[in-house]
């Protein structure tokens, strides 16, 4: 029997129709939400704290760089393997040992005695971080499968967790100016608790109903491969073109070679590669990764922009980018109605083309100095790729039945954490080199030049004199207007890809239900 055969028997006895889902379901998918934004706001919510910690803990410059990335490597690396873990063993029962782990981990991170142990709390969190976001998605699917009903729960899971990852900041900024850094992590736990309190009784449990043996090798090619490639895009944007970057980029593209050839020789793959011969879903998955590659890349550097060029407090500069938030919840208002009205192939690509709107609106708007254009750009850019995000990540979904849901959800976040990962370092990098190339064009002294070309935070604390502080400010805004155009370009011409590859109508998954 073929992998196709195979999923096609399983979709025939998860159920003949669709049912809407009762209040139980939309309770717990308030539980799943609330999870997913937490872990969103945990991605973004220590870059603020980064100086306070490395002062009490004494880290070096190595050992900061590892308590950023060790996150967001164990994270991607384990998506697959944990929802797939999640389909075999159930997902609720993983959801909760994760949502434990989780908690435990965050309260170590709050009152680490030394960075090794909070690069350890942090590896931790990314390997319960891991067992919660496919599950969730995973679980929505199970408990959702009518379509429309379905459309709507994604989009509020996705406002949740776009929005958590804007949210970051501000929830950072608020704390730090009241409390020392772990509090960043004491956050964490009260939503842990109330997500095992009422997960416990209210979420159904779920899983495949005929996994097949689980395949180690599989699991250990998709982590090796997933880590290696994080690892050379984090090292790439950081350091350039060096050895490090050429070896882990090296490994991690073998790596995954050699995984999806093993995937079409098994009978129970962890990911049915199959699926990326539709158009449909692997426009879907462009979608999610341009979308949140854009998204990501803006929060990377528009926070310094509020803050180190229109000097702001980390509140204020995190209250300045609520509108992108804030537009996102919402999308779940309108994301089915476009849905059905436009199609999903439409309502991707218009999303994605008012992504790119907004982003060159606040390209313009900075020059002028107006935070009212600020805001509408941040609310478009919100509002457009929160409904392509929403949509895409419906669409990998709906690609395959209930059953197989865990590995799908797992390939659609293992798009959006490499959406993240990689949206910051080209971003970043864009960024640097218009940055450093206009700095070059001033005359500063020698003896602050290369403090000044390697940030803007740098500039600043050798840069005294008031001309030469606003020009160095003008060369970051100048710098961050060619990001900007440069994220639109690709949003733009993802949007197009989106409206001629996927599918109008409901995935076959769908119809086989």
């Known amino acids: 029997m073929t992998t196709n055969d195979h999923v096609r028997d399983l979709a025939a006895t998860v159920g003949p129709s669709e049912q809407r889902a009762p209040l139980r379901a939309w309770l717990g998918l308030g539980v799943l939400v609330l999870a997913v934004t937490l872990l969103a706001i945990d991605g973004t919510v220590l870059a603020l704290a980064i100086p306070s910690l490395a002062a009490d803990l004494g880290a070096t410059s190595t050992e900061l760089l590892w308590v950023g990335d060790v996150y967001s490597l164990v994270l991607a690396?384990?998506?697959?393997?944990?929802?797939?873990?999640?389909?075999?063993?159930?997902?609720?029962?993983?959801?909760?040992?994760g949502a434990t782990v989780f908690g435990i981990?965050?309260?170590?991170?709050?009152?680490?005695?030394?960075?090794?142990?909070?690069?350890?709390?942090?590896?931790?969190?990314?390997?319960?971080?891991?067992?919660?976001?496919?599950?969730?998605?995973?679980?929505?699917?199970?408990?959702?499968?009518?379509?429309?009903?379905?459309?709507?729960?994604?989009?509020?899971?996705a406002a949740g967790a776009s929005g958590g990852a804007a949210l970051g900041p501000l929830v950072g900024g608020a704390l730090l100016e009241q409390f020392w850094w772990g509090s960043v992590f004491l956050i964490n736990i009260p939503v842990m608790l109330i997500l095992l309190a009422v997960g416990i009784p209210l979420l159904p449990e779920s899983r495949h109903p005929a996994p097949g043996p689980f395949d180690l090798p599989s699991a250990g090619l998709s982590i090796a491969g997933a880590v290696a490639l994080v690892f050379a895009v984090k090292t790439v944007a950081k350091d350039g073109l060096t050895v490090p970057f050429a070896l882990s980029f090296v490994l991690g593209a073998v790596a995954l070679w050699v995984f999806v050839r093993r995937q079409r020789t098994l009978a129970f793959p962890l990911i049915d590669v199959s699926l990326f011969r539709s158009r449909s879903f692997t426009g879907a998955i462009v979608g999610t990764f341009v979308a949140v590659f854009a998204m990501s890349g803006l929060l990377f550097f528009f926070s310094q922009y509020l803050q180190l060029v229109e000097g702001h407090s980390p509140l204020a500069a995190g209250l300045r980018e609520l509108p992108l938030a804030l537009a996102m919840l919402f999308v779940p208002l309108f994301a089915g109605v476009a849905a059905r009205r436009l199609g999903v192939n439409r309502s991707v690509g218009i999303g994605l083309v008012l992504g790119a709107a907004g982003l060159v609106t606040i390209a313009f708007a900075e020059s002028s100095g107006s935070y009212t254009w600020i805001a509408v750009g941040l609310a478009v850019i919100g509002l457009g790729a929160g409904l392509a995000y929403t949509l895409t990540t419906d669409a990998v979904v709906g690609a395959v039945p209930a059953s197989r849901a865990g590995s799908a959800s797992a390939v659609s976040e293992t798009a959006y954490e490499f959406g993240i990962a990689v949206g910051i370092a080209v971003m970043g990098s864009i960024q640097a080199a218009a940055y450093t190339a206009n700095v070059r064009d001033l005359d500063l002294p020698a003896d602050v030049l290369a403090q000044v070309e390697d940030s803007l935070a740098g500039a600043l604390a050798v840069v005294t004199d008031p001309y030469l502080v606003e020009s160095v400010r003008e060369a970051f805004v100048s710098g961050m207007q060619v990001t900007l155009f440069t994220g639109a370009g690709l949003m733009v011409v993802a949007g197009v890809l989106g409206w001629k590859l996927i599918r109008p109508t409901q995935s076959t998954a769908d119809r086989e239900h």
């Open 77 to 97: 690396g384990l998506l697959i393997t944990m929802g797939n873990v999640a389909d075999r063993f159930g997902r609720k029962k993983v959801l909760l040992i």
């Open 105 to 157: 981990a965050s309260a170590v991170g709050a009152f680490a005695p030394t960075a090794g142990v909070l690069i350890a709390a942090r590896a931790a969190l990314g390997i319960a971080g891991a067992t919660i976001m496919p599950s969730t998605l995973s679980l929505i699917r199970s408990m959702f499968t009518h379509r429309q009903q379905r459309t709507r729960a994604i989009a509020l899971w």
